[in-house]
């Protein structure tokens, strides 16, 4: 088992541009989890899907944030147009119900929009 | 809204010392209390638990849940350079689904 997959690791982009995060999750899990992490704040959960369809997406931070889940074998976070503020560590995670807080977390990418 | 809050916010002990990291919690219909180890990278699970008064072992860590209370704390003991990382605490609890709230973390830095 390969775990959570994330592309890029690293990501530098200018102010305005737009950035898309990837993620395969584990094959198998039903649930899929978008996180964003910074030193001021934390780990904050953006976003969270189960079967594939959006459950709670209160955590976006603004419209200029959109996830998708097309398959159950990936997904994307996009920032659309990013902005300086929006640096940070976004990890993606992934689990079975069942076992009720057992995420697996991918590595994460870091990302500065500078 | 749930919260959990961690502390020390940050621990700086030698090699061999024990440390006890705390975790307290409000939330509405608890459901389970987890620890995470992260070093650089992703966060990585060591315990959930559920009952209070049983102790979760897991070679040097170990941890408790007093749901009475409403905290657990994190044991490590003959601390190693290799336990240096943040360890964060979340709690799940609300609806029926599994989404836990994270705190803040503690970092913990052994020197050797």
């Known amino acids: 088992d390969a775990g959570v997959i994330q592309s890029p690791r690293h990501e530098v982009t200018e102010m305005g541009q737009e950035v898309t995060l990837r993620c395969k999750p584990i094959?198998?899990?039903?649930?899929l989890f978008w996180y964003r992490q910074t030193m001021m704040r934390g780990l904050e959960l953006l976003i969270y899907?189960?079967?594939?369809?959006?459950?709670?997406d209160s955590g976006m931070p603004e419209d200029r944030f959109s996830a998708k889940m097309p398959n159950a074998s990936f997904s994307t976070l996009k920032i659309q147009p990013s902005e300086p503020r929006d640096s940070a560590v976004y990890f993606c995670?992934?689990?079975?119900?069942?076992?009720?807080?057992?995420?697996?977390f991918g590595s994460g990418t870091r990302l500065t929009v500078v | 809204e749930d919260k959990v809050v961690q502390s020390p916010l940050s621990l700086v002990v030698h090699e061999g010392d024990t440390v006890t990291l705390n975790c307290s919690y409000e939330?509405?219909?608890?459901?389970?209390l987890l620890w995470y180890k992260q070093e650089k990278k992703a966060p990585t699970f060591l315990f959930m638990l559920t009952s209070s008064g049983i102790e979760k072992k897991s070679g040097r860590l170990s941890s408790i849940l007093d749901k009475k209370e409403l905290f657990s704390i994190l044991n490590i003991t003959a601390t190693q350079t290799g336990d240096s990382a943040v360890y964060l605490c979340?709690?799940?609890?609300?609806?029926?689904?599994?989404?836990?709230?994270f705190g803040r973390g503690t970092s913990l830095i052994v020197h050797p």
């Open positions: 939330v509405t219909n608890f459901r389970s």
């Open positions: 979340a709690v799940n609890g609300g609806g029926g689904s599994y989404i836990p709230t």
């Open positions: 094959s198998g899990h039903d649930y």
């Open positions: 899907f189960n079967n594939n369809v959006p459950i709670d």
């Open positions: 995670a992934s689990s079975f119900r069942d076992r009720a807080g057992g995420y697996t």
